[in-house]
Structures are given as C-alpha cells and as structure tokens.
C-alpha cells in the first residue's frame, strides 16, 4: 500500500468517512481536488503533508515518533531500547497476521 492510500485511509476512519465539502472545510484543500485525489489522482507533498498534520493530531500525536525514536535511542538504556524494539515488532507481526491476504492454493489432479 503506498503512502497516499495508508493517509487517506487513516485520514477517512478517523473523521468516520466525512462529505467531500467536509473533507474540503477541514483540509483547506478544493473539493474537486479531494474528490480526484480519493479517486487516485496523485498527491502533491503539501497536500500529503496537510493530510498528514490532521491525522496526527486526531492520534493525539504531539510528537513526532521519528523524533521520539531518536530521544529514546540518545537517553535510554539499551535493553530499554531493545524492550520497545521488541514490543513494536510484535505489534507489527500482530497486524500482519490480521491483515494476511489468504490466496487459496489449487489442488493439481492427475488426468
């Protein structure tokens, strides 16, 4: 999934799916634009960038998590950091197992 669809999903869940004008109010970005750009129509980085902005901010994320990432490798221990490299990792193997596409395999029969 590229980068463009993973912020408009996040973006769409956490406004419960909004109206294009809504989208539009919300973001300062045209209508016609955020219906082209929910139809595929390329991003420019400051539209990804606004998307992004509001996303973060209905996460409650003040901090950016590369910015924490990097204070906590600077001042913490490093089994502290091997802790929390650990939890993110089963958090992840956690999503992958939830979001798998399961491709059914095809049974070969001898003629």
């Avoid at 980068?3 to 799916?17: A, F, G």
């Avoid at 809504?22 to 980085?45: A, H, P």
């Avoid at 998307?51 to 901010?57: H, T």
């Amino acid at each position: 999934m590229n980068l463009q669809k993973t912020i408009l999903d996040q973006y769409m869940l956490l406004n419960q799916y909004p109206t294009l004008k809504k989208i539009s109010v919300d973001t300062g970005i045209q209508q016609t634009r955020v219906f082209r750009l929910l139809n595929g129509s390329l991003m420019k980085l400051a539209e990804y960038e606004i998307f992004l902005l509001k996303v973060k901010n209905m996460m409650g994320m003040n901090q950016g998590l590369e910015e924490l990432a990097q204070d906590c490798f600077n001042k913490l221990s490093p089994q502290s950091i091997s802790e929390i490299e650990h939890f993110m990792q089963r958090k992840m193997a956690i999503w992958n197992i939830k979001n798998e596409v399961k491709i059914p395999t095809q049974v070969h029969t001898a003629i």
